[in-house]
């Protein structure tokens, strides 16, 4: 421990901003229990944390204008395929679960019984 301090920081500091992150994520996930409990619309509580995220993550992207390669066209592919396949894959999740939630209990015991 004593030997992080003595270094600058420089090689710590990925440990402490992945544990910021942690604690950031920690509290939105009791911020989001809460107001789900409170009976807040999960589509507004979404809109809302989307709106957090891009109003705290805009200043970074407007201070920090140097070093940036070009954006090209691979580039642009690279990001769109990745949104896509995790647009995907978190509606398949989704699906799962409310389809999971929906079957009847004596639906899940024929299903059961038809493999054995």
């Known amino acids: 421990m004593v ?3 003595q270094d600058g920081g ?18 939105s996930m009791v911020v989001i229990k ?3 409990a409170n009976e807040m619309n999960k589509y507004v509580m979404v809109v809302y944390s989307f709106a957090l995220s891009t109003f705290t993550l805009l200043p970074f992207l407007l ?5 940036r390669p070009p954006l090209t066209f691979s580039t ?3 990001f769109f395929l990745l949104a896509l396949f995790g647009v995907i894959v978190l509606l398949s ?3 799962i679960k409310t389809g999971m939630r929906s079957i009847s209990k004596r639906y899940i015991k024929f299903l059961r019984e038809r493999k054995e």
């Open 63 to 67: 201070l920090h204008r140097s070093e």
């Open 10 to 27: 420089e090689k710590s500091l990925p440990f402490v901003a992945m544990v910021i992150v942690l604690l950031c994520q920690s509290g």
């Open 93 to 95: 999740l989704l699906m």
């Open 3 to 5: 030997r992080w301090l």
């Open 34 to 36: 809460v107001a789900l």
């Open 76 to 78: 642009l592919c690279s």
